[in-house]
Structures are given as C-alpha cells and as structure tokens.
C-alpha cells in the first residue's frame, strides 16, 4: 500500500462547477496536512494547511479531514479555467524539526471553459 | 517580503560529476528541506536542516549530502552524478521548532538538473 493515494485523474470539471479531490494516507500518526497546488513546470504552492478533525474553509477552497478514516480531501468551488493543475496531498510526519512532507503522484484537475 | 529562493534555475551535468544547488529560505524562517521530484512524480523528501544540523533524512544515498549556513541558507551537494538523479530539485523553507506547532512549508521554483 501506498503511503499517500490520489486519483491521478485527470479530473474534468465544468467552469463554476464544484471540483473535489480526495487523498487516503497510511501513517496514522500524521497529525498536520497539506494541499500544494503545482502548475506544469512550476514548483508547488501551498494552498491549505489542516491539523484537525473537520473542515477549514479559505476563499473558495475548502479542506476536509477525517483522521479515524485516514482520509483528507479538497473542495474548489466556482471552478476557474485558471485552477487546471495537478493538486498534491502532502501529510506531515512530525520527527525533526519540522515536517518530512510525504507526497502522493497528485491528481491533475482539467476545468473546461 | 522575499519568498524562497534557488539558484541556479537549470543545470546540465555529465555522469559522475558533482553538483551544488543553493537555497535561501523565506524571511523569518530557519528550517530547509530538500525534495527531488521526477517527472511525472511527487516531490520525495532527501532531508532537512534545522541549527545547521541534518535532522531527518529520506531514502536517499549518501550521495547525497547537504549543509547549512548561519544565515539558515542551505547547499544540496550530489556526488558521483547518475543519469536517475535528473530531476527537479525543490527547496522548502519553514518554522522549526520554535514555530509553535506551524509547520507550513513553502517551495522555491526549484532547480531543473540534467544529467547526460
């Protein structure tokens, strides 16, 4: 089993439709968790950080998580052309100073105008 | 307020040849992590620095080794180049331990290395 599985899509989703990505992770002791958006031959963004139980709402993005299911997932609402991307899901494990960022292959999102 | 930066942008190396990158972390920030990423692939953690001390590592060789300066900017430095090394090399700047439990990371552009 992966440590981090996504969809690799690619997703197809309508301009002003609603795009959801899912991510399962293997480490229950991740406690923090990341969404990088990565556009072709760019670097990653960070775009939402999670730590606990629930949602967390930021502009049109909405991150949810569920650490009993190991299950974490991202909601773009009114979906833009310029939100065609690959989305990364990226649980922290918390052992150095900071977080070693495990990374899943990311889900390509195509938003069609 | 400067984001992270890398140099250089792209690289081309021959096998077996040695290789630095640098990076200069966010304003304000002290902890550097090092990811590589292949094509077509997610970013795998190499390791990271925090009080110029390597303080985790992935499953890499000791190829690949790194260092930490006082200013927090770090160096990757890859030895003995294989043609599998190329890739995309990222820098990721954060809080460490005294950032109060935030632990964000934020990527440079990155260094495109090619090894022939």
Redesign the interface.
């Known amino acids: 089993q992966k440590e981090v599985e996504q969809n690799s899509g690619p997703l197809s989703v309508p301009e002003g439709a609603i795009a959801s990505l899912n991510c399962t992770y293997s480490d229950r002791g991740s406690q923090s968790f990341f969404w990088y958006r990565q556009y072709s031959g760019k670097s990653p963004e960070l775009i939402m950080s999670i730590y606990s139980n629930g949602d967390k709402e930021d502009g049109r993005f909405t991150a949810q998580l569920n650490k009993a299911s190991q299950y974490v997932s991202l909601l773009i609402r009114d979906s833009q052309p310029s939100d065609s991307a690959t989305y990364l899901c990226a649980p922290g494990d918390l052992r150095g100073a900071t977080n070693k960022l495990i990374f899943g292959t990311g889900t390509l999102l195509a938003v069609q105008p | 307020d400067a984001g992270v930066t890398q140099s250089p942008t792209h690289l081309i190396k021959t096998r077996g040849q040695q290789v630095t990158l640098r990076c200069s972390p966010k304003s304000g920030h002290d902890?550097v992590?090092w990811?590589q990423q292949a094509l077509?692939?997610?970013?795998?953690?190499i390791f990271?620095y925090?009080?110029e001390e390597e303080?985790?590592r992935?499953n890499f060789p000791d190829r690949f080794s790194g260092h930490q300066f006082p200013n927090y900017s770090s160096e990757l430095n890859v030895n003995a180049l294989l043609l599998g090394d190329s890739a995309?090399y990222?820098c990721?700047s954060?809080?460490?331990?005294a950032?109060g439990?935030r632990?964000?990371?934020?990527?440079?552009?990155?260094t495109r290395l090619t090894v022939t």
Request: no cysteine.
């Open positions: 902890t992590s990811y077509g692939q997610g970013p795998q953690f990271q925090y009080e303080r985790q992935g995309l990222l990721a954060s809080l460490g331990l950032g439990g632990y964000e990371q934020y990527f440079g552009p990155g």
